[in-house]
């Protein structure tokens, strides 16, 4: 594996993967928060849709704990294009952003085509590393009917960068047999107003790619009207952006079909 060390510490990641003494200098270390999730310990025999999977360490995550079945969807191509809606002021920076996927590409091609791949996909790089079957699909969350219904569905720090989240959360109650989890990033604060209220502020002139900072509240409400019968916060955490040395304040919240 040493032949991989310089794509786990120079690439383009945004998920850290521990694998057999490599890190991978993404910029969220899930493993250090996957407490806060409430997960099952076992989820063999289920069916799994992560929804805006990114580098899929949820997806890999799934599939080492007995999924029978996981499949990812992300709206980027890895061919350069945006993979956002984002505000026309910082469009420039994030295009900028999603070239260097194509860049890793480049830089790190042996490794990529040693494993079958042509593009810098690393959700289907980490899935051929640790010779895991996960399907991915490029897609988006404002139309998931195609991709089918799943036992478990997930969307992690999704909703606060969409323009539309209610639409969104519309689709997640369609392709849900049993539970959906939503965990959402850049979450209000307990001390904004009052987390439990249907409250949302609008940000997007600020980061030009996260556009809602969503409380508790809102995030219940929508995912009631969207028909679940009920939908409960387990956690609430600061997750550590390692890239930009700040703490994101995370709630995770579990909606049931």
């Known amino acids: 594996m ?33 407490s806060y999730y409430g997960f099952e310990k076992d989820y063999a025999g289920k069916s799994v849709l992560d929804v805006g999977s990114s580098d899929g360490y949820f997806s890999i995550w799934m599939k080492e704990h007995g999924a029978a079945r996981v499949c990812a969807v992300d709206s980027n191509k ?3 294009s945006l993979a956002i809606q ?5 469009v420039k920076n994030y295009e900028q952003k999603y070239a260097q996927y194509v860049d890793d590409y480049t830089k790190f ?8 791949l042509s593009n810098s996909n690393k959700l289907l790089l980490m899935a051929k590393i640790k010779s895991l079957e996960v399907e991915f699909q490029t ?30 959360i519309e689709q997640l109650y369609f392709v849900t047999r049993e539970k959906c989890i939503i965990t959402v ?15 949302l502020t609008y940000q997007g002139h600020v980061s030009g790619g996260s556009f809602y900072s969503l409380s508790e509240g809102s995030a219940i409400a929508m995912c009631k009207a969207a028909g679940f019968k009920d939908a409960q916060v387990v956690s609430r955490f600061n997750m550590e952006n390692r890239m930009h040395r700040v703490t994101n304040p995370h709630f995770v919240l579990h909606a049931f079909k």
Not at 18 to 33: F, K, P, T
Not at 109 to 116: A, C, D, I, T
Not at 143 to 160: Q, R
Not at 187 to 199: D, V
Request: aromatic content about 14%.
């Open 109 to 116: 091609h042996q490794v990529y085509e040693r494993f079958g």
């Open 2 to 34: 040493e032949d991989l060390r310089p794509l786990f510490e120079q690439g383009k990641w945004y998920h850290c993967f521990h694998h057999q003494g490599l890190v991978s200098n993404g910029a969220y270390d899930i493993e250090r928060y996957i």
């Open 139 to 168: 897609g988006t969350i404002y139309d998931l009917k195609p991709v089918g219904e799943f036992d478990v569905v997930m969307c992690n720090d999704l909703l606060e960068h969409l323009r539309d989240p209610i639409t969104a």
């Open 78 to 80: 890895y061919d350069g």
């Open 86 to 90: 984002a505000s026309n002021f910082n």
């Open 185 to 199: 990033s850049s979450a209000m604060k307990t001390n904004w107003f009052n987390r439990k209220q249907a409250l």
